[in-house]
């Protein structure tokens, strides 16, 4: 059972940036892939981003690449969430996931447990 806690996030105006932090616990977070979720006011869960095990290898939303990046410090039980060139569509909860194996997480059936979110706000 992996815990995580999720903070960073809050309210930016568009072309901002933000970073978001994950705290995990419980397990041996270094042996799994990790990544970032999101979910909008009435839209399903959508993946955003993921990162295997060890790094550097990393899998990213469409629409987010080239603006997002995923990284982990397997030292501090770290994953990172960094945002730049932010858009009002980016508004929403963002969730840190644990993944199911070792390997990147690339949607939403790789994730095995996550947190409780942090709120993102995109104003125009």
């Known amino acids: 059972q992996v815990q995580l806690v999720e903070s960073g996030g809050g309210l930016v105006q568009a072309g901002g940036s933000l970073r978001l932090s994950c705290t995990a616990s419980?397990?041996?977070?270094?042996?799994?892939?990790m990544g970032w979720f999101r979910q909008a006011p009435g839209k399903e869960r959508e993946f955003v981003a993921g990162?295997?095990?060890?790094?550097?290898?990393?899998y990213y939303l469409d629409s987010v690449k080239g603006r997002f990046t995923i990284s982990r410090d397997n030292s501090k039980n770290m994953v990172y969430l960094q945002m730049n060139s932010l858009k009002p569509e980016d508004t929403a909860v963002y969730y840190c996931?644990?993944?199911?194996?070792?390997?990147?997480?690339?949607?939403?059936?790789?994730?095995?447990?996550w947190g409780q979110g942090t709120q993102v706000t995109v104003s125009s």
């Open positions: 996931a644990a993944g199911k194996g070792s390997y990147v997480p690339q949607s939403m059936a790789d994730f095995g447990s």
């Open positions: 990162v295997r095990f060890t790094g550097p290898s990393t």
């Open positions: 419980g397990r041996t977070f270094s042996l799994y892939g």
